[in-house]
């Protein structure tokens, strides 16, 4: 009477065990560090022109008449802007929005295109083909299902907008005057027709650049529900592979972008 309970447990265990060979979970390097991606959100957060600045409200900080500490706050924010993420729905019309974007598209191993030395130099210069093409080279071809980060070295001059967006003016004037570095529409384009990649990201305010009046970029890599992440920190310190980046949205029902913390698992 007692065979077949155990014998059923033995299924079970033996079939677990076999989903788990088939369907290995990937695990991160024993040894290394975590870097975190991610500016802080406050009053000197850099967003688009023509968005609200971040404002933090006190509910309740202090002592309570019950004689305990309590401290409570409130914030509104743009979807768009500080440390976030580009949900396809937001320049692609029926795509992904915030909640619909698959984890396995927001975790995963990433890839870095240092183009610091020609942006640095070039405020509007754009990631090219050829710059996609000669990472390879040296690096092999880009890996499927990698998160492709761009690293223009626009991360040294956050806060500052004068320096990171090429204007500290606000509303259309802003916008007439943006100058920093991203993703090239051929670029993009390429990307779609040739590789396969989970994500994309910059470590400027945009995957286009500051002088788009298009939007190319976007509407290529979001057609495909490929998400994007803007205003990454500390690019700088992530190696040109292997690194592993996890990055968790604020889930926003219909939302088509939010506040993003964004880290990566760098191996020694």
């Not at 619909?100 to 610091?116: C, Q, T, W, Y």
């Not at 320096?163 to 991203?182: C, I, M, Q, S």
Request: contains cysteine; glycine residues 8%.
């Amino acid at each position: 009477m007692r065979l077949f309970p155990i014998l059923f447990l033995l299924i079970c265990l033996s079939s677990c065990k076999e989903q788990q060979t088939d369907n290995p979970v990937p695990t991160f390097p024993e040894a290394g560090k975590w870097i975190d991606l991610t500016y802080n959100f406050d009053e000197n957060t850099i967003f688009w022109p023509t968005a609200e600045k971040f404002v933090l409200d006190t509910v309740f900080e202090g002592q309570t008449d019950g004689g305990y500490y309590y401290a409570a706050y409130q914030f509104c924010s743009a979807e768009h802007g500080g440390t976030h993420l580009d949900a396809p729905v937001h320049f692609a019309e029926g795509k992904h929005a915030v909640e619909e974007i698959p984890l396995d598209r927001l975790i995963g191993a990433a890839i870095v295109v240092d183009i610091s030395e020609k942006a640095l130099a070039n405020p509007d210069y754009q990631l090219s083909v050829e710059d996609l093409q000669n990472w390879e080279q040296q690096n092999g071809q880009i890996p499927d299902d990698a998160i492709l980060l761009m690293h223009s070295g626009f991360g040294q001059f956050w806060p500052d907008p004068i320096k990171y967006l090429g204007t500290d003016k606000r509303g259309e004037e802003g916008v007439a005057n943006l100058h920093f570095p991203a993703i090239h529409p051929d670029a993009a384009q390429w990307l779609v027709d040739n590789r396969k990649i989970k994500a994309v990201g910059v470590d400027t305010p945009s995957i286009d650049y500051g002088q788009s009046k298009t939007f190319r970029s976007h509407q290529i890599l979001y057609e495909q529900n490929i998400p994007g992440f803007e205003n990454i920190a500390n690019l700088d310190q992530l190696p040109v592979k292997g690194a592993h980046i996890i990055a968790l949205p604020m889930k926003i029902k219909g939302g088509s972008g939010g506040p993003l913390r964004m880290v990566a698992w760098v191996g020694e």
